[in-house]
């Protein structure tokens, strides 16, 4: 009887688990195709091309869970190769800040200083407790590396969103797309860390990032408007 | 076995090399580029293979992605830095670097596996694989056309290397899989969806 429950109780989380992986899929795709849409077809803007990039990336990673699960009929929560499409993701929404937005709403003056100061703060504290957890369980090199990379994402996103405006109001038009960057990686560490503990709220959680995932592509295309018109 | 492959197939390709000049030597010359990235990444996983005597299975879906990928990735990068950051020829480059890496491959597996290889084994080497070499190499190569701008150059590259790595280790989990079918209609339809787009774009 008991035996009988529990086969119940795996396939209902292999339901659960298949579902969730799926949704993850649709939804980065339609971040990535909306995002080659609109970026790549008319030339758009070079930052909205590298976010459509990161978003590929992120589409990359997910295929490569769904195929897993759908192959081994079991979830691979330790690092693998999917993993390495969230990583290249979180690299091009790091280029996407450092490489074409950053120059736009830092201006390097001395009375910015403090902004950054509480941005660094903040996304330490997120690296910090980040690692604290890892500990907890078993510490994988790899999620450091990613853990890093969100911090160095949210070092801007906090900037950009304390900012004030100094050039024709962009930062105030992308302030809701920073908000939904830095709700992405904090999910998406918690989500590492819940895997890191086999934690039952991973799927939860997952399914939580698809939702953001599928309004950051639509909040950047409509900032991106505002700033070019 | 794969250097006697690797001097007979080179070989004559090389002495094409004195006959040509501008783009299209460039091309064959990373075709023997890419067909020497196959031999070094050949001699590098089977250092990995054995040294951590890992199964086939998992060799094949998580250490050959990683490495085969990071090798091909040196010649684009050096014809960036020190040739031309065009697009045009960039992408020619990387497409001929997969492009080689893949005649290699499937001439020795055709050479290892003679006795049981058949019309359906070529057509699936032929098409899939040789695109998938040839897609994840160019994925690469376009982050080249940013080898001069610093700031988007560093961090692009990573991502588009880990990009090309995932596609890989797709492609790779999924024909060592009961859905090989699936796995090799997936670099077809991505080359096709390239194709297309690419079209749509410049017109």
């Not at chain 1, 997910?62 to 691979?76: G, H, P, S």
């Not at chain 2, 070989?11 to 990235?37: E, H, K, S, Y």
């Not at chain 2, 293979?49 to 090798?71: A, G, M």
């Amino acid at each position: 009887m008991d035996s009988q429950k529990n086969r119940v109780r795996m396939g209902e989380c292999f339901g659960l688990n298949l579902t969730v992986e799926f949704i993850s899929l649709l939804c980065s795709l339609f971040a990535f195709i909306y995002g080659a849409h609109v970026s790549f077809k008319n030339r758009g803007a070079l930052f909205l091309q590298i976010i459509t990039c990161a978003f590929g990336c992120f589409s990359l990673g997910n295929l490569y869970d769904l195929c897993y699960f759908v192959c081994m009929e079991r979830a691979d929560y330790s690092f693998n190769i999917g993993s390495l499409g969230y990583l290249g993701g979180m690299f091009f929404l790091f280029s996407s800040y450092y490489g074409a937005m950053d120059r736009i709403g830092d201006n390097k003056s001395k009375s910015l200083v403090k902004y950054k100061v509480y941005s660094l703060l903040l996304s330490s504290m997120n690296l910090i407790l980040c690692t604290i957890m890892m500990y907890g369980a078993n510490f994988n090199i790899f999620l450091f590396v990613s853990s890093v990379l969100s911090s160095a994402v949210l070092y801007f996103a906090f900037k950009h969103l304390f900012l004030p405006d100094i050039e024709n109001g962009i930062l105030k038009v992308m302030k809701q797309y920073n908000l939904l960057i830095i709700s992405l990686c904090v999910i998406k560490n918690l989500y590492d860390i819940s895997c890191l503990y086999s934690s039952a709220l991973s799927p939860y959680l997952k399914l939580l990032l698809c939702t953001i995932t599928i309004f950051i592509m639509p909040q950047a295309v409509k900032g991106v408007k505002k700033w070019s018109t | 076995m794969v250097y006697i492959i690797f001097i007979s197939v080179a070989v004559p390709l090389f002495m094409l090399l004195f006959l040509m000049d501008g783009q299209p030597r460039n091309i064959v010359g990373f075709v023997i580029l890419g067909i020497a990235c196959a031999v070094s990444s050949y001699e590098i996983n089977s250092l990995i293979k054995h040294t951590y005597n890992i199964t086939d299975f998992n060799f094949k879906v998580f250490i050959s992605p990683v490495t085969e990928e990071l090798i091909k990735f040196i010649p684009p990068l050096f014809f960036g830095l020190l040739a031309s950051d065009k697009r045009k020829n960039i992408i020619g480059v990387s497409m001929a670097v997969g492009i080689g890496f893949a005649v290699m491959e499937n001439i020795y597996l055709l050479v290892i596996n003679c006795s049981y290889v058949n019309i359906f084994w070529a057509l699936m080497r032929g098409f899939s694989t040789s695109l998938m070499h040839g897609i994840t190499t160019t994925v690469v190569g376009l982050g080249m056309t940013f080898i001069h701008k610093k700031k988007l150059f560093y961090t692009g590259i990573f991502g588009l290397a880990s990009a090309s790595i995932t596609y890989h280790g797709i492609y790779n989990l999924l024909v060592e899989s009961k859905y090989e079918y699936i796995g090799i209609f997936i670099p077809i339809l991505t080359y096709l969806v390239i194709l297309l787009s690419a079209r749509k774009i410049t017109d």
